[in-house]
């Protein structure tokens, strides 16, 4: 027994040792498992890209060397690319002169023919093209098909107008004594719903000629086998937010085939520098529409919104609309449109609205000044603009110097107070979207606009360059030379017009006068109505 008791005493000892002994052997093989796991995954991996091609990770969508989709523009053939696939990804990065905005082939954006509905946008311009290009194209990019431009000033200059006629699905048309005397003759023009506006300068003038343009392009967008049309100003973008897409063809075509207007509210650029000199690439805060907001934070943050302008907006709030061309179609002023046969069926868009760059640039004081006549007094400006900020605008260009200008730009304009914009931004009265600026920063980057130029003075060689120079010289003056007869002759041929209306008024059917551009309901409105 003692022995026995012997033998075991050193019991203890041997059996801490082995317990020792297991744990360096556990960890052994955790370390061991450690190494072998990640190898194993690593292999793992290699062998599925090996034997199946690559493997479709999100990442990899987004690459144009897959021919994959601009986000938000699926169904849509214009959204495929054919790349190399020798490209580096990293190519993607690099700053180009080459038309390589990698979403689509190249900067002719051609379309299927197939493709619906087809869109046209219209407008009355004398921008140049630093302005044009990057409205049309972002346009382009959302799915507009072709675009009826009817120009004067810089916008009809030689070295402008041949580069736009030289994009694919642009039709120019220019401000010529023929194209004035084809209007006076127009159906609306000897119509009283437009009367009003008619005898005024700036403004109203401008009114009335998009009005004529309007008309005509009617026609032109059913020839052309259009679907929808839209009159838009070259500072306005379509924001087509609420779609499956980022795409204007999206939205409309999810538009109820009974449904003959779409309105787009409109949304104003809020800036916050008063040294913008690219609004659509430096603006992305934005002033909502009293139609997108709720009543009680329309008129409950109303003052803090205005900052002592006559308005809620600068200018105009009643948006603007994209009609179904169908018979008997007729703009109703450049903000609506009409039927001649019937009341058009209309919605109004609850998420989309048109995104309004007014004076965004410090510079828009001196060039509505320069565009106008008028005397800079209270009573004289009414006859040239429509709304009150355009009138207080206009007195302060032409009376104050320089540094007065800049001041009163910078307290009625510009949105300097953080603290006041972040309590908007919170409230909903502001906005930020940063799609336009993507878009059209991505395009200029891209090469897309010089290679437009770089491609148009390659068309016109040199000799048939100053030919089209001399050319359009000659129309210009022509058209400049027609001005004044205009003017004349629509007195004469529209008082004799009105006088066969007024004796005849019973059998011409009565329309509203045309809807202008209205201000959004101020904090007095009893009663809020449908523009």
């Known amino acids: 027994m003692a022995g026995l008791y012997t033998s075991l005493r050193p019991q203890p000892q041997s059996s801490s040792s082995s317990s020792s002994s297991s744990q360096q ?199 052309a086998g259009m679907d929808w049309i839209i009159h838009l100003d070259t500072d306005e973008l379509i924001h087509p937010a609420g779609a499956r897409e980022y795409s204007l063809r999206q939205l409309l075509l999810d538009v109820p085939s009974n449904v003959d207007m779409v309105i787009f509210p409109n949304y104003e650029s809020s800036v916050e520098r008063d040294d913008i000199k690219d609004p659509f690439t430096e603006v992305s805060m934005f002033k909502k529409n009293y139609d997108h907001l709720t009543k009680d934070t329309y008129f409950g943050m109303y003052k803090e919104a205005t900052r002592g302008n006559p308005n809620y907006f600068l200018t105009y709030g009643n948006g603007k609309a994209a009609a179904r061309i169908q018979d008997h179609l007729r703009p109703n002023g450049a903000h609506r449109w009409h039927n001649y046969m019937k009341t058009p ?53 032409s009376t104050a110097t320089e540094d007065e200008m800049l001041n009163w730009y910078r307290e009625h304009v510009v949105w300097t107070d953080k603290t006041v914009n972040l309590k908007l931004l919170r409230k909903g009265i502001l906005t930020r979207i940063y799609a336009p600026m993507v878009i059209v920063q991505g395009l200029r980057e891209s090469g897309v606009f010089s290679s437009i130029v770089s491609s148009a003075q390659e068309y016109l060689s040199k000799d048939k360059f100053l030919a089209s120079f001399e050319s359009s010289n000659s129309t210009k003056a022509a058209a400049s030379e027609s001005l004044p007869l205009r003017k004349i002759g629509r007195i004469q041929h529209s008082q004799a017009a009105r006088r066969v209306l007024e004796e005849n008024a019973s059998h011409f059917e009565f329309h509203e006068e045309a809807v202008p551009p209205r201000p959004p309901p101020g904090i007095d409105a009893d009663v809020i109505t449908e523009a």
């Open 345 to 397: 069926k209309e919605i109004k868009l609850e998420e989309a609205a048109v995104l309004h760059y007014t004076y965004s640039k410090f510079s828009d004081l001196t060039s509505r000044r320069d565009r106008c006549g008028c005397k800079p007094t209270k009573e004289d400006v009414k006859r040239c603009f429509m709304l009150e900020f355009d009138r207080s605008a206009f007195i302060i260009a």
């Open 25 to 223: 052997s556990f960890f052994s093989k955790v370390l061991l498992l450690l190494t072998i796991l990640p190898l194993s995954l690593a292999l793992f991996a290699f062998v599925l890209q090996w034997r199946g091609g690559g493997v479709d990770d999100p990442i990899s969508r987004w690459s144009p060397e897959e021919s994959h989709k601009f986000p938000g523009m699926d169904s849509s053939p214009l959204a495929t690319v054919a790349h190399s696939s020798s490209q580096s990804d990293c190519s993607l990065l690099a700053h180009t002169n080459t038309p390589s905005f990698p979403y689509y082939k190249d900067w002719k954006f051609k379309l299927h023919p197939d493709l619906r509905p087809k869109i046209c946008i219209t407008t009355s311009t004398s921008a140049g093209l630093e302005q044009i290009l990057p409205w049309m194209f972002y346009h382009k990019v959302i799915g507009v098909t072709s675009f009826l431009l009817f120009v004067e000033g810089k916008a009809a200059s030689p070295d402008v107008s041949k580069v736009l006629e030289s994009i694919p699905g642009v039709k120019v048309i220019y401000r010529t004594r023929k194209l004035e005397e084809q209007q006076a003759k127009s159906r609306i023009w000897n119509e009283t719903w437009l009367s009003s506006f008619f005898y005024k300068p700036c403004n109203y003038e401008l009114f009335v000629k998009q009005s004529l343009n309007m008309e005509m392009a009617i026609v032109m967008a059913r020839d």
